[in-house]
Each structure stands twice: as C-alpha cells, then as structure tokens.
C-alpha cells in the first residue's frame, strides 16, 4: 500500500472530521491529489483535489464550504477538513494520486489504499 489514509470516525451531524493521507515509501510531492468517497453499490465519487503546488483546489459541489483540501509537503501528508457535517457524507474515503494535472476522473488516478470509514449520524 503506497498511500494510507486515516482519521474516519463516527459524528453527528454539524460535527468536524480532519482526515489524513500519508505516502509509505512514495513521496506524494510530483503528483496532484484527491480524496473519494464511496457508498455500497454506488460509483465511487471525487469529493476534492489540489495540485502539486498545493494550490487551485477542487470541490464537489456537494462539499464546497464546509470540506477544505490541503497538503504538507515536509509531512507527505494531505489533509481532508471537514465540517457541518451531513449524514450524506457518511461513506468509505479513499485518497489517490495521478500524474495529470487537474484530473477528476477516478480512472486517472492510483494507489487507493484501503480508504477510511466516516459515519455521520442524523
């Protein structure tokens, strides 16, 4: 497994969840990033995205002002923020890489890991 993500949990709704995404043995630096999310029987759904500056972010409609994307460089790490949480966030997060700048489709991007649960309750 090349990148690991964790910090999924059980919240209410309104609450705040920060997820992380750490590269084991792969440096994320050259690539652009994104988190997923996935509920049982459904295509998996691009919920953000950042570039490898850092910068120009991506948000699903759905998230946009209450989900922020970010990434440390020193800490090969990116950073999934979440706020005013809904139950409709509750899914598997999955963070992946790719190597074409901007993308958003799923099928452009790798190294899934094995994702982490957040639940949110109603």
């Known amino acids: 497994v090349q990148l690991q993500a964790s910090g999924g949990g059980l919240r209410q709704a309104g609450g705040s969840l920060g997820l992380s995404c750490v590269g084991s043995?792969?440096?994320?630096?050259?690539?652009?990033m994104a988190w997923f999310r996935q509920t049982p029987g459904q295509e998996r759904e691009l919920v953000a995205a950042?570039?490898?500056?850092?910068?120009?972010?991506y948000y699903a409609d759905s998230v946009k002002g209450r989900f922020t994307i970010t990434r440390d460089k020193a800490k090969n790490t990116m950073y999934l923020q979440m706020n005013s949480l809904k139950p409709e966030d509750t899914a598997v997060y999955y963070c992946?890489?790719?190597?074409?700048?901007?993308?958003?489709?799923?099928?452009?991007?790798?190294?899934w890991g094995q994702g982490t649960q957040v639940t949110v309750s109603s």
């Open positions: 992946a890489k790719s190597l074409i700048p901007g993308s958003t489709s799923a099928s452009n991007f790798d190294s």
């Open positions: 043995k792969l440096t994320i630096r050259p690539y652009h």
């Open positions: 950042i570039n490898r500056s850092g910068g120009s972010p």
